[in-house]
């Protein structure tokens, strides 16, 4: 832990210096901004592992300090630490590069044990032969972050693209919210809005909507299953 390099922008200083005291204790390396251009100047002059961002900054809000980040660095982790808490709040989250979403007030338990969960996920290396995901026309490329269907690029934000990873490598399962929830948005998702299913919805538009079959089926009161048209 002592090499991940933490950027977190908060505005509310005794806030700030609370997670940035916490962190530093877990031996994560903390540089702390209190608004979203500073943030955006450190960003821009440092490499960092996860960046921690609140929404309401002053000078650039997070969502745009996010959308930012995710331009210049697409393997960044990112967490939006906020008290915005509506379902639209959490999409645009999402929508700007969000990996996670934690709403104040929070446990800086619950925070560890994200950030711990994210950048396991970030050092986890596939196997070999795994880079490239093929459900019949479906291409998904683990490299260069490209999804294809006959051919034709696909562009999807970075949870789509968890998403879709996930569904496919659980194809012909069943999966639920819970299991959603617990692999694409980690740990304790607040599995009571209706996020995972905007999100399917999104996916569903872009895979299937321009081509003949569908590939992503729902199961009423289970959950979603990912497969080719039988």
Do not use: C
């Amino acid at each position: 832990m002592a090499d991940t390099k933490i950027l977190l922008v908060e505005d509310e200083k005794k806030i700030a210096e609370t997670l940035r005291k916490g962190l530093t204790e877990q031996h994560y390396d903390v540089d702390v901004a209190y608004d979203g251009l500073a943030g955006k100047k450190l960003f821009d002059t440092n490499t960092y592992d996860l960046a921690i961002l609140d929404i309401n900054l002053p000078l650039m809000n997070g969502y745009d300090l996010a959308r930012h980040v995710r331009q210049y660095n697409e393997d960044i982790l990112v967490i939006m630490l906020t008290a915005m808490n509506t379902t639209e709040d959490k999409i645009e989250g999402f929508e700007a590069g969000a990996d996670d979403y934690i709403v104040k007030p929070f446990d800086f338990q619950e925070l560890l044990v994200r950030i711990r969960a994210l950048l396991k996920r970030l050092h986890h290396q596939p196997a070999a032969g795994a880079n490239v995901l093929k459900v019949g026309d479906l291409v998904m490329n683990l490299d260069s972050k490209e999804v294809t269907r006959e051919g034709r690029n696909i562009p999807l934000t970075a949870k789509e693209f968890q998403l879709l990873e996930y569904l496919i490598r659980n194809k012909n399962k069943v999966v639920s919210r819970i299991d959603i929830a617990m692999n694409v948005w980690d740990i304790d998702f607040d599995t009571k809005t209706n996020v995972i299913d905007v999100y399917v919805n999104f996916l569903r538009k872009k895979i299937e909507k321009d081509f003949s079959s569908k590939l992503i089926y729902t199961q009423v009161g289970m959950g979603y299953v990912l497969k080719e048209n039988p």
